[in-house]
C-alpha cells in the first residue's frame, strides 16, 4: 500500500498547507500531530525529534506514520524525502492521517 495523500497534493487541503507552509515550524507541528493522533503516544517526543534532529527526526516519524499504517516505503526514502522537502512530507503526513482518522 502507499500513501493515499500525494506528496505534493496541497490542493487536496489547502488550509494544511498554507499553515504547513506559511507558518514557521508549522509543518513541524502538523507532522508530530499527525504521529501523536495516528500512535496515540503524545506529540512531544515526534516534534522534539523533528525540532532536534531536523530531517532524521522528521525521517523516523514519517516511518512511524508508514508503520502504523503498513504504507510501503523505507527509512532511507523517509529521510530523503524530509532533506528534500520538509514542509511537503510534513503536510503530506497531516493529511494522511487526517484522511484515516478523524483530527
Known sequence: ???QEELCGCFSDISVCLFGCLIPGGFMCQ???AV????GHGAVLPYFLVCCLGCIGGGINRNK???IYTIDGSIMEDL????CCGPCAG???????????II
Open 1 to 3: 500500500m502507499k500513501f
Open 31 to 33: 507532522q508530530a500531530y
Open 36 to 39: 501523536d493522533k495516528a500512535s
Open 65 to 67: 506514520i508508514r508503520e
Open 80 to 83: 530523503v524525502i524530509w532533506w
Open 91 to 101: 503536510c503530506q503526513e497531516y493529511r494522511e492521517v487526517k484522511r484515516r482518522k
